[in-house]
Every structure is written in C-alpha cells, then in structure tokens.
C-alpha cells in the first residue's frame, strides 16, 4: 500500500464521482422497501433523531462526572456498570452488557474493536469515522502508545497499558482519573471536563484551566 | 472467515486522524442507510451476527474500498436479497419489480425508542457449568472456519489468563448460520502484549479479548 496521504485523498476524489450514485442507490432502496411495505418512513426519521440528538457522549459524560463527585456511585459503578448506567436512565442497542474500567496511576485503558465498530451506544452515541477506521483498528492492540501520540496524548513510560477488544456482546466505557485541583468542583462542573475520547482512553479529561 | 475485517495487528494503515467536531453522519444518505439497517433487521428475520458476516464476507479490495456506512448498505442489501425480501434487479434498477414477501410487517414509529431502549440482550441461562475460573491460564485455539467468528487472528494459539466471566451468552459462530443461539460461557481473556507481538512488544502492555468457551483449550 502506498502512502496514507495519497490514499486518503485518491479515496476523497473517488467519493466524489460516486456519491450521488450512493445517495441515489439508497433513496431508491427507501423507496422499495415502503412501497413493499417494509419500512415506515417515520421510523427512520425517528431513529435518525434518537442517534443524532439523544443518544450521544454527554450520557457518558454524566455517568462519569457522577462517579467523580460519588464514591458510592462510583462503587456501584465498577461493579456493576449496567445496572449502574441504567440509573441514569441511559440504556439498551449495543450497551446491554457494560463494563466500566477505571484509569489509575498505575493503569490506562483503552478500548477497540478490532473485528468490527463495537462501542457502547447508551454513553457515547455512534462510534466516529477513526473509531471505525483501518488504522485505530489496526493498531490499538499492537501499538496503543502510537496511537495516543496521533491523539496528542503521552503517557508515562512506566504506566501500563491495557487494550480492551471489544470482540463479544460487552461494551466497555473508560472512567478516566478525576484532574487534580477538582476537590470542591460539583458534579456539573466536573462534567465540564470529561470528553468522548477520555471515556474510550484515546484521550485525558481537561484540566481544570482547559475547561469551557 | 480470515478476512480483512479481522485488522488487529496489520501493519501499513498510518496515523489515526481524528476529525474535531465530527457529525454524527457526513451526507444525508448515511442517516438513511444507518436508519434503514437498524429498522429491517426485526423484519427480515436476521440477527447481528448474520449482520456483521454479510458486511465482512467479501474480497479483502472490496472491504477496504468501501467506506463503513456503504458496508453497511452492501450487507443490507446481501442480507434482503438472500432472504428474498428484494431481488438484485430491484436494487439496480431503482425501483419495486416484484410483489411483496408477504407477512413482514415494519416497525411502527411507536416501538422505536422502546426497542432501542430494550436492545437485545444477549446473556442466556447456563446449559453446563463453567469449565475454565478466573486466573486459568488459557490457549487460544488455532481455528480458520471460513464462516464467522469472533476469534481474532492475532490470539489464535496465543496462551492467555481467564479476567472476567460474563456467564453465558449467543455464540455468534452458530447464531450467524441460523442454528440456534447455542450459548456459551464468555469470558475476557488477557494476554501479555509480548505474548502476542514478540519480544519487540511494548513491555507495559496487555490486550484482552472477549472470548466464549469454544475458542479456549486448557494451557
């Protein structure tokens, strides 16, 4: 294979030519698959509405500023994420088995799906494109600390890197380590400085002074 | 199947490139396709391992050629065809050639937050006890089935130590095929990362799989 660069953009220009055949290839198929009978349009808009405005990284985001700011959620939590998670209401579609690992100074965690786009929908929403590309799935396993380097982040040379594969029905959320200089902050404000990719470990929470 | 889906390890993919402020979808026709996967999948009668084999079966430059959300559509598109639902003439041609399959009736607008809400849970009651405990050093077995599995290439043969036991769950190698969920104990292997990658490996890591009975042998 070539250079990523000269790949990415000879599969830019290609997209081009090709994308209204795909758009239209779908419409079409909508069209069949009502007329048959298969499908209700306002089905689809409703699931499009769900993954697009309800179901996305700012349920993750509450789970874990909870878990901060509660040590008895934060107990129940790692014991049992689910159960835990479903507390807050957020539940279901590819997050019916969660297990939730925490970072500590000694351990960081990162979670992949190697085979496919496993991710835990109730807390993050729908995986993005590098979640899902050839080069995280690649390489998450085998090179993790490359891979934080492409998302700016270094660890030090002594913590130990854990790679979770999401290769079954279990859905893995990080819970990252609470920023030092947090002490009083409230559940609202720590939620402030949880990002997506601090709960799948490609990334850090902000630090107090990073915060919105 | 041994297929280029399986990519854990591969070399020669570059960099990671994260992309701020990502949408949810990038064209309109990615919602469509996305939405249309998720509400034919009660109605064409197929469950997510028969999903996930019909968007991996296919010639490595193809896989690789497509972009996920046009998986997404061949494996939809694979997936009605096998089943009768839509013939090939249909999708090339644009437009509905044939009647109906009778009797598949669409989810409603009304089941569709419910049935995201429930998903599809999928622990089942033990058929047998466990065979391996946490902390059982494990091998995982060298198998090549040229239908779906969820073995990984890069842990085949690799010796492992049992994490986690999540009790029994759908084994996707037989649910792909339509015999049954034939649930199995599922559990989190961990494996040195030297174990897997040799002596070069980066020393500080550990990579674990999800794993069901059947892949494992005793150490």
Sequence with gaps: ?212 | MDGAHDMGGVKGFGPVEPEANEPVFHEEWERRAFALTVAMSRPGGWNIDMSRFARENRPPADYLSKTYFELWLAGLETLMIERGLVTREEIEAGKMLAPAKPGVKPIAPSEVTPAIRRGGPTERTPPAPALFNVGDIVRMKDIHPVTHTRLPQYVRGRLGTIELNHGCHVFPDVNSLGKGEDPHWLYTVRFDGRELWGKEGDPTLSVSVDAWEPYLERA
Excluded at chain 1, 11 to 20: I, R, T, Y
Excluded at chain 1, 65 to 81: C, E, G, I, S, V
Excluded at chain 1, 145 to 171: C, M, N, Q, Y
Excluded at chain 1, 192 to 198: A, N, Y
């Design chain 1, 1 to 212: 294979m070539s250079g990523h660069d000269h790949d990415h953009h000879h599969h830019h220009d290609h997209d081009h030519s090709e994308l209204s055949e795909t758009e239209l290839r779908v419409r079409a198929l909508e069209s069949i698959l009502t007329e048959k009978g298969y499908v209700d349009p306002t089905s689809l808009d409703l699931l499009i509405e769900l993954y697009e405005k309800k179901i996305g990284p700012r349920n993750g985001i509450r789970v874990v500023a909870k878990a901060w700011a509660d040590p008895a959620y934060r107990a129940r939590l790692l014991k049992n994420a689910t159960s835990a998670i479903s507390e807050l209401d957020y539940s279901g579609r590819q997050g019916e088995h969660m297990v939730v690992v925490e970072n500590t100074p000694e351990q960081h965690n990162m979670v992949v799906c190697t085979l496919c786009s496993c991710y835990p929908h109730p807390v993050l929403g729908l995986p993005p494109v590098w979640y899902k590309s050839a080069p995280y799935r690649s390489r998450a396993v085998a090179d993790p600390r490359g891979v934080l380097k492409d998302f700016g982040v270094s660890l030090p040379e002594t913590t130990k890197i854990r790679v979770w594969d999401s290769t079954a029905e279990i859905r893995y959320l990080v819970l990252p380590m609470r920023p030092e200089g947090t002490e009083d902050w409230s559940e609202q404000q720590l939620a402030e400085l949880v990002t997506r990719d601090s709960m799948i470990g490609t990334g850090l929470p902000k630090r107090p002074g990073e915060a919105a």
